[in-house]
Nanobody, 120 residues
Framework: VQLQASGGGLVQPGGSLSLSCARS????????MGWYRQAPGKQRELVAS???????TYVDSVKGRFTISGDNRWRTVYLRMDNLKPEDTAVYYC???????????????WGNGTQVTVSS
């Protein structure tokens, strides 16, 4: 399983960005996909996740501003970010919590990071 994140960039406060995370490689089960972020000098934090059943969770600081979604085959997961704030500046990493085959263990796979910078 490989994950390729894209969509980061520089945006002014109040602006919007959409991140994408494209999965390649087959899986037999998906448990969660989502996004973490890591700002300089801070620990990585879970921003948003979506379960295989479609349940969405968000860290409190982004509720009402970020929306996570996925296509129906879990090939791509998106993170729509609106009303961005300087404190959203971080490297964003996508992940997939899944099983490649019924005989393989449940594992977490990580994508490359994509930089999001919110600044005027």
């Amino acid at each position: 399983v490989q994950l390729q994140a894209s969509g980061g960039g520089l945006v002014q406060p109040g602006g919007s960005l959409s991140l994408s995370c494209a999965r390649s490689g087959s899986i037999s089960a998906i448990y969660y996909m989502g996004w973490y972020r890591q700002a300089p000098g801070k620990q990585r934090e879970l921003v948003a996740s979506i379960s295989g059943a479609g349940t969405k969770t968000y860290v409190d600081s982004v509720k009402g501003r970020f929306t996570i979604s996925g296509d129906n085959r879990w090939r791509t997961v998106y993170l729509r970010m609106d009303n961005l704030k300087p404190e959203d500046t971080a490297v964003y990493y996508c992940y997939a919590d899944c099983r490649i085959s019924p005989r393989d263990p449940r594992s977490t796979y990580w994508g490359n990071g994509t930089q999001v910078t919110v600044s005027s």
